[in-house]
């Protein structure tokens, strides 16, 4: 099973606690030195959206940090925007949050960088 590019190991299934993720996002590593907010573009039916996020105490700002500097594009894979929602839905509790998972979990397509 790999969350947000993390593998777990088969026998959990699909019954990964949320505290499993966490830590291994934690012993990542990934340094948010001079991320101060994450930019997106977003694309659906030919209108275009420009979002920021800077909320840097949840772990959805961790999680799109961890992406934008490991991911091999800067295009956001379905699956991770939604296991990112939902994990964000469950761990954070803010509004700017809650409304980024609602957008995520669209079907729109996202360009993601940092800044």
């Given at each position: 099973?790999?969350?947000?590019?993390?593998?777990?190991?088969?026998?959990m299934g699909n019954s990964v606690p949320d505290a499993a993720v966490v830590a291994k996002l934690d012993e990542a590593n990934v340094?948010?030195?001079?991320?101060?907010?994450?930019?997106?573009?977003?694309?659906y039916h030919?209108?275009?959206e420009e979002l920021s996020y800077t909320?840097?105490?949840?772990?959805?700002?961790?999680?799109?940090?961890?992406y934008v500097?490991?991911?091999e594009t800067d295009y956001m894979i379905y699956t991770?925007?939604?296991?990112i929602s939902e994990l964000s839905?469950?761990?954070?509790?803010?509004?700017e949050t809650m409304a980024l998972c609602k957008?995520?979990?669209s079907m729109a397509h996202f360009k993601i960088t940092a800044a």
């Open positions: 099973m790999f969350i947000l590019g993390f593998h777990f190991p088969a026998d340094d948010a030195t001079g991320i101060n907010e994450i930019k997106m573009v977003t694309e030919g209108q275009t909320n840097k105490d949840t772990f959805m700002f961790k999680a799109l940090v961890h500097k490991t991911a991770n925007r939604y296991q839905k469950r761990l954070d509790s803010d509004d957008k995520f979990d």
